[in-house]
Structures are given as C-alpha cells and as structure tokens.
Nanobody, 124 residues
C-alpha cells in the first residue's frame, strides 16, 4: 500500500518562503515520477512541478524561477521549495506519485497515488 504524507504548509506573507515535504512509504520512490499539485477554492487541481526517476523536472510557467522540486531517494522524500510566494499561490498542495506519462506541466489525471494535502496560505 503506497502512502504519501505531506507536511510543511502554513501561512506566510507575500515574498516569503515555505518548504513542503512528502514522505512516501510502500514503494521505492526513485522508481516513480512524483509531483506537486495545488488546488485553490473553486478552481481545478493544477500541476505545479514534477520530477522523473532520471531527475528531469517539469514546472508550470507561473512558478518557474520561484519553486524548486527535489527528492531524497534514500529517505523516500519529495520536497518543494517555494520562494517569493504570491497570494495566488494559496491553495491545498498535494503530493502525487507514479505518473502514466510525462507532461509539461504535470497533469493530475496521469498520477496514481495521492497524499491528503497541506494548506498553503499567502497573505498580501
């Protein structure tokens, strides 16, 4: 049973930073692509960033240069470093694993396993 648990969400002022973590269990993280998604109230879930097993990365245009996805395979942990946060970055952030195909930016329907989400709120 694959389980993904996110942490690191919170409330920050615009311009601030947060680092999200996602700890995976039940599989070897390095053999799957993994991604971060977010969902704002009243909006569809959108792909933020993804990383493939070979280290390739994918970002939605709105976060390029501000967010960095990385992983620690030894600890089965995925990270999302978020800098220069904006109010429009507010939403519930989800970790996902095992993508059926690689797309830029990542698409929710391509991922199999999901975490429960962590709230990120950016105040103006």
């Amino acid at each position: 049973q694959v389980q993904l648990v996110e942490s690191g969400g919170g409330s920050v002022q615009a311009g601030g930073s947060l680092r999200l973590s996602c700890t995976a269990s039940g599989y070897t993280g390095s053999s799957y692509c993994m991604g971060w998604f977010r969902q704002a109230p009243g909006k569809e879930r959108e792909g933020v960033a993804a990383i493939d097993s070979d280290g390739s990365t994918s970002y939605v245009d709105s976060v390029k240069g501000r967010f960095t996805i990385s992983q620690d395979n030894a600890k089965n942990t995925l990270f999302l470093q978020m800098n220069s946060l904006k109010p429009e970055d507010t939403g519930v952030y989800y970790c996902a694993a095992q993508c059926a195909r690689w797309r830029i930016p990542p698409q929710p329907e391509d991922f199999t396993y999901w975490g429960q989400g962590t709230q990120v709120t950016v105040a103006s």
